[in-house]
């Protein structure tokens, strides 16, 4: 993605920076981590005819997972202005592991069974798309840095 893109981004976001918007957008954020997808499926099997097929295939589940916690990550730090460092990696590691769980018991209830291998691989999944999407922040951070010392 251009950087103007980004900024844009980024810009939009700092702008719904009231109160009020930063816990509505990660209200928004976190129904649609949290919401049991699948539930629908029980009594409407072509609900879960399609959702079989767009989701059933592992690396898609993967790529989800990763996406939603990265997204997770980014969003508190953008919205809460939280600076880089140790303190927020281990904030944000903390809240992908906290949604994490509920996530997980939310989809143990909704399918009347816990897992717990498929649980742990998806926890670390989280984790590493939390983790990732920190390490791109901070690489960012250390690129722009240099590029105002001249360095770059």
Excluded: C
Aim: cysteine-free.
């Amino acid at each position: 993605m251009p950087r103007q893109a980004w900024r844009a981004l980024r810009e939009a976001l700092i702008k719904l920076s009231s109160r009020r918007w930063h816990w509505l957008l990660l209200a928004l954020w976190l129904a649609g981590m949290l919401f049991p997808t699948a539930l629908p499926g029980k009594s409407s099997p072509a609900y879960r005819a399609a959702f079989n097929a767009v989701f059933h295939p592992q690396w898609v589940h993967v790529v989800m997972h990763l996406v939603l916690f990265a997204g997770l990550s980014l969003l508190l730090v953008i919205l809460f202005r939280l600076p880089l460092g140790w303190r927020t990696a281990g904030l944000l590691l903390g809240a992908a592991a906290l949604v994490g769980v509920g996530q997980e018991i939310l989809q143990a209830f909704s399918q009347g069974f816990l897992y717990i291998w498929g649980a742990a691989f998806d926890l670390g999944v989280d984790l590493l798309g939390a983790g990732l999407s920190y390490l791109l922040m901070w690489w960012r951070s250390l690129i722009r840095a240099a590029r105002k010392s001249g360095l770059s």
